[in-house]
């Protein structure tokens, strides 16, 4: 999902979500407070933050607006809530919505039609055209089977992250 700000003066007093690594910042998972931010004359940005978690103050330069948010995101949901979640759960969180189509469902697509493709293609000389409309009906299900990959397990997390917090905090299983 990206993410963009056209002025670094709207992420102050905003909570973001760290999803990518940089040396001597908050960890990937971590939710910041951004308390500060003004641009320097050459152009980069200094940030002044605070862990949500543990009160620590941290100071950051980012090249550009596009950088930072390359680095941290807004994330209500994660925000609301990050107090019932553990570091493994918010970085698999991360991992798959960070995902796109381009990124997942395309080399998952190569590597299917690839082989599908190999397995009917040493049938074609046996049988006819046979194998070439079996090939792309299967063809057609590998891609929609893919996708459908793809949605469920942005689906999956956020349902499993949600029943994590209804049993946690209201009492509630959903099932």
């Known amino acids: 999902m990206a993410y963009s700000l056209s002025n670094i003066d709207e992420a102050v007093d905003g909570k973001y979500l760290v999803v990518k690594n940089r040396t001597g910042q908050a960890k990937v998972g971590t939710m910041v407070h951004v308390m500060s931010a003004k641009q320097s004359s050459d152009g980069r940005i200094d940030m002044g933050y605070r862990v949500t978690g543990t009160g620590q103050n941290y100071t950051a330069r980012f090249d550009s ?49 690839v082989i599908i493709w190999i397995i009917f293609g040493a049938l074609l000389g046996k049988t006819g055209a046979a194998p070439i409309v079996i090939g792309i009906i299967a063809s057609i299900a590998a891609i929609a089977f893919v996708f459908f990959l793809y949605k469920s397990s942005k689906n999956k997390i956020k349902m499993d992250l949600y029943k994590k917090v209804s049993a946690s905090r209201w009492g509630v299983t959903i099932k």
């Open 65 to 113: 607006i596009k950088d930072f948010c390359n680095w941290a995101r807004p994330d209500t949901f994660i925000a609301r809530y990050y107090e019932c979640f553990d570091a493994n759960e918010i970085s698999r969180y991360i991992k798959i919505n960070n995902r796109t189509a381009l990124t997942f469902c395309l080399p998952i697509i190569a590597i299917a039609l």
